[in-house]
């Protein structure tokens, strides 16, 4: 038995990259096993990471607290003044999908080292979700509300100063998303 491992062909990877959409028509009632979100929060960690920070945070909402999520980010747009259409509709909308993903980064000891793990929780969100779009989930990197990170790090038990990266939906999807069409790269050679 050989301790080689096969690494993905270029195409394997276009395959997944192109494949992986922002889709949301889910079974409402089909769980997202547990052991599946640890093993896409630990792909997320092996994003590049300067310094060895490890920024990430990860927290799950399920059942009931799905809805005290909504509600506590309710709240917080209320109070920053949204019209009440938004945070009535924000209430409920975690219910949407049977799981919701909150991944945070901590701040680092100076802002530099803030900006990178913030770029490094980017990169490692975008692994998280073509790992998902592997294993068969769909979802839809949602930002947290304008004045609601810091009740949102609260109610996931983050350190103070972590930054709410995104709330991510999770499911299984019912449906095919369409797929759009991207421009091509702006890309600049120079020699």
């Not at 909402?61 to 209320?78: P, Y």
Request: hydrophobic letters at 45%.
């Amino acid at each position: 038995m050989s301790d080689t491992v096969r690494l993905p062909t270029l195409d394997d990877i276009a395959a997944l990259i192109r494949g992986r959409r922002t889709y949301m028509l889910v079974d409402r009632e089909r769980a997202v096993p547990h052991d599946l979100v640890a093993e896409l929060c630990e792909l997320a960690q092996w994003a590049p990471n300067h310094k060895r920070t490890w920024p990430w945070r990860f927290a799950l909402f399920e059942g009931d607290a799905r809805a005290r999520l909504g509600e506590t980010i309710a709240d917080a747009m209320a109070t920053a003044g949204d019209p009440e259409a938004k945070v009535v509709k924000t209430r409920t909308k975690y219910l949407r999908t049977p799981a919701t993903l909150v991944v945070g980064t901590v701040p680092g000891d100076s802002p530099l080292r803030t900006a990178e793990n913030r770029d490094a929780g980017a990169a490692g969100m975008q692994n998280l979700l073509l790992g998902a779009t592997a294993a068969g989930l769909a979802t839809y990197w949602s930002s947290c509300a304008k004045g609601a990170n810091d009740v949102v790090a609260e109610l996931c038990g983050f350190a103070a100063g972590t930054h709410v990266l995104g709330l991510v939906y999770l499911g299984w999807p019912t449906g095919s998303p369409e797929v759009p069409t991207r421009p091509p790269a702006a890309i600049r050679f120079l020699s």
